[in-house]
Nanobody, 119 residues
Framework: QVQLVESGGGLVQAGGSLRLSCAAS???????MSWYRQAPGKQRELVATITSDGSTNYADSVKGRFTISRDSAKNTVYLQMNSLKPEDTSLYYC??????????????WGQGTQVTVSS
């Protein structure tokens, strides 16, 4: 069984920083890991992705402020968020494009961690 467990959310003032972590447990082969976010009344949006070869991709709204990184040995992905803005306030979800033994590729999700940025 695969679990994605996020941590690191919280309340921060505008201009501050937070670092999110997501650890994948279980026997899993990962193609890419991503962070998504969803604010109340809005659709879930992709924030950043990092692939197994280290390539990264960011939403325009976070470029230059957020950095995604990974520790492949630990199946862990991080999201360093700097210069936070009130509009970054959301529930942040970790996603893995992965497969478990004897199964096809699929999406796995964490439970979400709340990030709140006060003005």
């Amino acid at each position: 069984q695969v679990q994605l467990v996020e941590s690191g959310g919280g309340l921060v003032q505008a201009g501050g920083s937070l670092r999110l972590s997501c650890a994948a447990s279980g026997t899993i082969f990962i193609k890419a890991m991503s962070w998504y976010r969803q604010a109340p009344g809005k659709q879930r949006e992709l924030v950043a992705t990092i692939t197994s070869d280290g390539s990264t991709n960011y939403a325009d709204s976070v470029k230059g402020r957020f950095t995604i990184s990974r520790d492949s040995a630990k199946n862990t992905v991080y999201l360093q968020m700097n210069s936070l803005k009130p509009e970054d306030t959301s529930l942040y979800y970790c996603n893995a494009d992965a497969r478990v033994p004897f199964s096809g590729w699929g999406d796995y999700w964490g439970q979400g961690t709340q990030v709140t940025v006060s003005s």
